[in-house]
């Protein structure tokens, strides 16, 4: 079965979850991506009234072909987040907001620190200073990530763990984090925030490695490109499948548990980096790895070991990974396989 049918992601959703959603306005910002475009097109199925804003800036994974084939059930406004006229339109329509904008690469957020202040930190408080004005019964869901917590003190990581981000990304991440909490307990919105761990899966854009590494080490074994490994390949990180943060995502929306809360959404496992790369070239069929010394500095950007610690998430809302990494790699293979050419050249 190939990864872009839904049948058996659909089977893993709770029926309350499902029966939610159903006719509900969802507003996702930066749907074009990979995690936008793969919820928008379970929420059409479900039945929601799906809106995508996104900016398509180059160097993230905006992509027309993610919602090929669900066009015509969305509908597509190309702007920014940070255009407040813009939002105004559509924000008093909507029931919830996935608000997944975003500069995404931590190591662009070093380069140029503005931009990253810019869509992370006024884009996000741009759109909950227009949902309070204009609509505070909506739901936001954000999208955070696991560079909030910088430099691990103790595996696995739950969501008291210090947050002493190593990089721009994190800070800002961090920053619009508070500002949703900030907006629960003095306005009463509900929101949500997830923090993130690495994740891979079809949809990803496969321009650059500056993230989204899983599928970058897809490409190069598909292309039969070196794949380089930074020092000893013993770093541990903790990779999530695409449709488990749907799901976590679709469950986060639909539930008042979730209101006000940080979740982590990871895998909950450790997998060293050399066995993710062992285990992507065994599925592909191809691919050669070669180690290399870690770039100059990037022991200061170096988390060390990450594991999530789930717990919170599946007490409050009872959501736990489901993928394990061999089948997430191959259905992203076998993705990749089939629609190449619109991923790269
Ligand atoms: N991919 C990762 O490694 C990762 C890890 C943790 C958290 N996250 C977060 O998850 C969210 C979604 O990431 P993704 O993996 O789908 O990335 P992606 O690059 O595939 O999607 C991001 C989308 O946001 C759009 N966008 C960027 N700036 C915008 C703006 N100012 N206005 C409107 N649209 C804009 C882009 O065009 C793109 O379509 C982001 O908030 C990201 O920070 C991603």
């Not at 059409?44 to 027309?64: H, S």
């Not at 339109?89 to 907001?97: G, H, N, P």
Request: charged share 25%; proline share 3%.
């Amino acid at each position: 079965m190939l990864s872009d049918d839904y049948n058996e992601e659909m089977s893993f959703i709770p029926i309350e979850t499902k029966k939610f959603f159903k006719n509900k306005k969802v507003l996702i910002t930066g749907g074009l991506g990979m995690i936008g475009s793969n919820l928008s097109r379970i929420l059409v199925i479900m039945g929601a009234e799906v809106t995508i804003l996104d900016a398509m800036l180059p160097l993230y994974g905006g992509n027309i072909f993610n919602i090929s084939g669900i066009e015509d059930r969305v509908n597509l406004v190309t702007g920014d987040i940070r255009d407040q006229n813009l939002l105004e339109k559509f924000i008093t329509e909507t029931d919830i907001i996935f608000h997944l904008a975003a500069q995404v690469s931590y190591i662009d957020s070093m380069s140029d620190p503005l931009l990253d202040l810019d869509i992370n930190c006024r884009g996000s408080l741009i759109l909950l200073e227009c949902c309070r004005r204009l609509n505070p019964k909506t739901k936001v869901v954000f999208a955070g990530s696991r560079m909030e917590y910088g430099r691990v003190i103790y595996n696995p990581v739950d969501e008291e763990h210090p947050t002493e981000p190593l990089m721009i990304y994190g800070v800002h991440k961090l920053t619009a984090e508070k500002y949703h909490i900030m907006y629960f307990h003095d306005y009463g919105i509900a929101t949500t925030v997830f923090r993130i761990t690495n994740p891979y899966g079809p949809r990803q854009q496969m321009k650059h490695s500056k993230y989204g590494i899983v599928n970058w080490f897809i490409k190069m074994a598909m292309t039969g490109q070196v794949i380089k490994i930074f020092g000893d390949g013993q770093q541990i990180r903790d990779y999530i499948y695409i449709m488990d943060i749907v799901n976590a995502l679709l469950m986060a929306g639909a539930s008042s548990s979730a209101d006000g809360e940080v979740f982590n959404v990871g895998s909950g496992r450790g997998i060293r980096f050399k066995e993710m790369i062992e285990e992507v070239i065994r599925v592909v069929g191809k691919g050669t790895v070669e180690t290399v010394p870690w770039p100059n500095n990037y022991e200061n950007i170096e988390t060390g070991d990450f594991i999530a610690d789930t717990g919170k998430i599946y007490r409050l809302l009872g959501w736990k990974a489901r993928y394990d990494l061999t089948t997430g790699i191959q259905k992203t293979f076998e993705y990749y396989k089939a629609y190449r050419e619109h991923y790269w050249a």
